[in-house]
């Protein structure tokens, strides 16, 4: 059981927009932690994505977003692509310790 | 190019101890928190250890008492020592760079080597 939640899995046609929640509490998300988004395509290392919320690493293309409210915190992916099918994971703190969200499997129909 | 490279994974017994490694190269090393993170096969991310600058550790509970993290800047290399292991212990094992945010104690994690695997069984 992950501290953050996020929908095990999420789907969407080519071009679509799709969006992946992750849902802490007031001890982590909620007390003013950060989020950051990590991608795992398959076989290899995660990959990150977002950082601060809602900041793109250079390199990350702009159909990536993130954006954060209370004690959850969001990923948009606009003109969803193939090469998008990938894993994602939230990341944020917990009174001091890292956590994860359980990860989102996204699949490009 | 900034690059962590891990080593030192296998199979080992329930009880026994590993040691991993992993080599940081790219960067200034004894500037960042480093972190080890580990995912069992089909499973999500866990984080294992962190250390800081200074030295200072943090582990979570499911690991304090018996996994350590340990650097060595000079070699810019950082470990993990792992004791007392159990088949849920299981996992490919990645070490992350620490990026902090900024006036917190807080980090993200940029880049990710490539992980190796530790797998505990009879």
């Known amino acids: 059981q992950s501290v953050l939640t996020q929908p095990p899995s999420v789907s969407g046609a080519p071009g679509q927009r799709v969006t992946i929640s992750c849902t802490g509490s007031?001890?982590?998300?909620?007390?003013?932690?950060?989020v950051h988004w990590y991608q795992q395509l398959p076989g290899t290392a995660p990959k990150l994505l977002i950082y601060g919320n809602s900041n793109r690493p250079s390199g990350v293309p702009d159909r990536f977003s993130g954006s954060k409210s209370g004690t959850s915190a969001s990923l948009a992916i606009t003109g969803l692509q193939a090469e998008d099918e990938a894993d994602y994971y939230c990341?944020?703190?917990?009174?001091?310790?890292?956590?994860f969200g359980g990860g989102t499997k996204l699949t490009v129909l | 190019e900034v690059q962590l490279v891990e080593s030192g994974g296998g199979l080992v017994q329930p009880g026994g101890s590993l040691r991993l490694s992993c080599a940081a190269s790219g960067f200034t090393f004894s500037s960042y928190d480093m972190h080890w993170v580990r995912q069992a096969t089909g499973k999500g991310l866990e984080w294992v250890s962190a250390i800081g600058t200074a030295g200072d550790t943090y582990y979570p509970g499911s690991v304090k008492g018996r996994f350590t993290i340990s650097r060595e800047n000079a070699k810019n290399s950082l470990y993990l020592q792992m004791n007392s292991l159990r088949a849920g212990d299981t996992a490919v094992y990645y070490c992350a760079r620490g990026v902090a945010v900024a006036g917190t104690g807080e980090n993200w994690f940029d880049p990710w080597g490539q992980g190796t695997l530790v797998t505990v069984s009879s």
């Open positions: 990341q944020s703190y917990d009174s001091r310790d890292v956590v």
């Open positions: 007031s001890s982590n998300i909620g007390a003013g932690y950060d």
